[in-house]
């Protein structure tokens, strides 16, 4: 069992930038892969990065390809994703998410809601214009 919780949520104006943290729960933590996934109000739930278990492999939307940052950090249990030049299209709740993955992680994989088994509760991120 993993437990996720989130921070680093807030409101900032365009083109700033905000760093979203998720501290994981358990001795485990480096044999997870990890995701951020975001959700507007009204929209579905969309993958945002994901890194793999031992942070080889990284994966972004398209949205946010070279303005977010998707990194781990194991001896602290935390994975942090930094979000630069924001957009207010970036508003949405961030969910931080985990699935117990040793082995490659493909695009496929990384994408998909489905693949993940633990979720966190989400951090706000609002962008003003």
């Known amino acids: 069992q993993v437990q996720l919780v989130e921070s680093g949520g807030g409101l900032v104006q365009a083109g700033g930038s905000l760093r979203l943290s998720c501290a994981a729960s358990g001795r485990t933590f480096s044999c997870y892969a990890m995701g951020w996934f975001r959700q507007a109000p009204g929209k579905e739930r969309e993958f945002v990065a994901a890194?793999?278990?031992?942070?080889?492999?990284?994966y972004y939307a398209d949205s946010v390809k070279g303005r977010f940052t998707i990194s781990r950090d194991n001896a602290k249990n935390t994975v942090y994703l930094q979000m630069n030049s924001l957009k207010p299209e970036d508003t949405a709740v961030y969910y931080c998410a985990a699935v117990f993955h040793r082995r490659p992680l493909t695009s496929a994989q990384a994408m998909g809601v489905s693949m993940y088994d633990y979720w966190g509760q989400g951090t706000q991120v609002t962008v003003a214009s």
């Open positions: 890194i793999s278990w031992r942070g080889a492999s990284t």
